[in-house]
């Protein structure tokens, strides 16, 4: 598969949006700008799409015919490395932070405990919990999330290349399904058990139901390296544009007379969980995105 710059843009523009987004959830305050910068076009935001184009991208580059299986798995596992060592040097530093600022800033201590609880009385387990990705303080969620992804990406491929795609993707649907019942709280008791000193923060993401986005991510980017993957059809586009501009009118108050707004909306849409209409809305948009790159190369160049 060619280089996408489109997908490029759309990646750096996606940084930028979490980038801000984030900046203001930690000043603990809400800006105008996140009507533009959080979810402008119904209900999902930039990680949603982010993690699935990374797992489009994973699908693509990791499944190339010079790529031997065992060279997928030498290349994804060092990846998967590579972003838990990113993972544990800003760990490190905000730990040593927090120390410093419990011991001479007493009075930022409880704020700054908030985001990573019982470092101060208990830091040397809090780190190891944290290393190994049982504990993740606020905002230290999505690299363990990656760092799963990247290490099941050869089992994806090695199945997509003997033809079992549809029982990836199966598995993999069941699993968004199920994943109130799969969260990482049925493993608690093991945890606490290792863990004892200290109730375990665990991540906002959900992964039994996020995996969804990166496989089938990697599914589409796997069908695209393979020049499998027939996708486009007039009724398809007609149906998506419809149900995008229906959830985007209403997610803008549209039939807030009826009590339909985009808290309504949300209690379909739960952001951890990744409810069905956050995926049915992040699917239609994925779609027409693709539309626009297909008939137009150059339009989301720059984006």
């Known amino acids: 598969m ?9 990646r750096g523009l996606l940084l930028l949006l979490m980038t801000i ?4 959830w930690i000043s603990g305050g809400y800006s105008l700008i ?7 076009l119904g209900q999902f935001g930039a990680a949603e799409c982010f993690v699935f184009i990374s797992g489009l991208l994973a699908g693509a580059i990791y499944s ?5 299986n065992i060279q997928t798995i030498t290349k994804a596992w060092h990846r998967a490395f590579s972003i838990y060592r990113y993972h544990i040097g800003c760990l490190f530093i905000v730990f040593i932070w927090i120390l410093i600022a419990s011991q001479f800033l007493p009075s930022a201590s409880p704020t700054l405990q908030q985001s990573a609880h019982y470092i101060v009385e208990s830091p040397f387990k ?33 199945a997509y290349r003997k033809g079992q795609g ?4 199966s598995i993999s649907i069941g699993a968004w399904i199920f994943s109130k019942e799969l969260n990482t709280t049925i493993l608690l008791p093991l945890f606490s058990f290792v863990f004892s000193s200290f109730k375990l923060q665990l991540g906002y993401f959900n992964i039994f139901a996020w995996q969804l986005l ?7 980017g796997f069908m695209l390296q393979n020049k499998t993957l027939r996708w486009q059809h007039p009724i398809l586009t007609i149906l998506a544009v419809i149900i995008a501009t229906i959830i985007f009118v209403a997610h803008h108050g549209a039939f807030s007379s009826y009590g339909i707004h985009r808290w309504t909306l949300y209690s379909y849409a739960n952001k951890p969980e990744l409810g069905w209409l956050r995926t049915l809305n992040i699917t239609v948009w994925i779609y027409l995105i693709a539309v626009i790159i297909q008939r137009y190369p150059n339009a989301l160049h720059t984006v």
């Open 21 to 24: 987004n984030h900046l203001i």
């Open 126 to 158: 809090t780190f190891i919990a944290s290393a190994a990705l049982v504990n993740q303080p606020n905002y230290f969620d999505i690299l363990p999330l990656y760092i799963v992804f990247m290490l099941l990406l050869p089992l994806l491929i090695v």
């Open 166 to 169: 549809w029982l990836v993707i």
């Open 34 to 40: 996140q009507t533009v910068t959080l979810q402008p």
């Open 64 to 68: 190339r015919e010079s790529l031997t």
């Open 214 to 220: 990166f496989v089938g991510g990697s599914a589409l």
């Open 2 to 10: 060619k280089r996408i710059a489109a997908l490029d843009s759309i």
